[in-house]
């Protein structure tokens, strides 16, 4: 019996005729709708399909070129999932360090207001021991009476002030 190596080149002429020629033109048509078959696929196909084997015999398609193009895409797929994730790193990064900065903002200002009502505290104790404000004593208690204290607690300095102060004050203001 005839023993076949494992790989057998075997040739197909196409004459120069009306037959052969439009028969290679739809092969070469064929191909080019489906890139991954060889002429080698086809030929087998045609011979499979002429010699009438049943398609339960005949061998399973090569996945070989399914398998280069699913890798192909895959590689293509893993690129574009590593592009997003460095794109989504980045807007973390400066979406992080906007935040930081926002929060290092406020927390300077946090700082500066509770210096400002420690000083504001130190001199309302000043004010409150002491029997005569200075104008500098009392031109802070109206700063304190116009901004960050609330009108109740407001209320019980400029009571306690001297009218003789206040319109002295009237005249600090307009200086």
């Known amino acids: ?12 002429t196409f004459e120069p005729g009306v037959a052969d020629e439009s028969l290679l033109a739809l092969v070469e048509s064929h ?3 489906d890139p991954q078959k060889t002429f080698s696929d086809l030929c ?8 009438c084997v049943p398609e339960s015999v005949r061998p399973a398609p090569k996945p070989a070129a399914a398998t280069v193009t699913q890798g192909v895409e895959q590689k293509i797929l893993e690129q574009k999932i590593a592009a997003l994730q460095s794109q989504i790193a980045n807007v973390e990064e400066r979406f992080f360090a906007k935040e930081a900065n926002r929060l290092e903002m406020l927390e300077q ?7 400002q009502v420690a000083q504001l505290a130190i001199m309302l104790n000043n004010v409150s021991t002491t029997s005569p404000p200075t104008p500098q004593q009392v031109s802070a208690i109206e700063v304190i009476n116009h901004t960050s204290i609330p009108n109740h607690a407001a209320a019980t300095p400029s009571q306690e002030v001297d009218p003789v102060i206040s319109r002295i004050s009237q005249f600090l203001d307009d200086f």
């Open 1 to 12: 019996m005839f023993q076949w190596s494992k790989k057998v080149v075997k040739s197909v």
């Open 109 to 115: 200002q946090l700082i500066q207001l509770s210096q």
């Open 44 to 51: 087998k196909e045609a011979l499979w399909q002429s010699l």
């Open 31 to 33: 191909l080019e709708k």
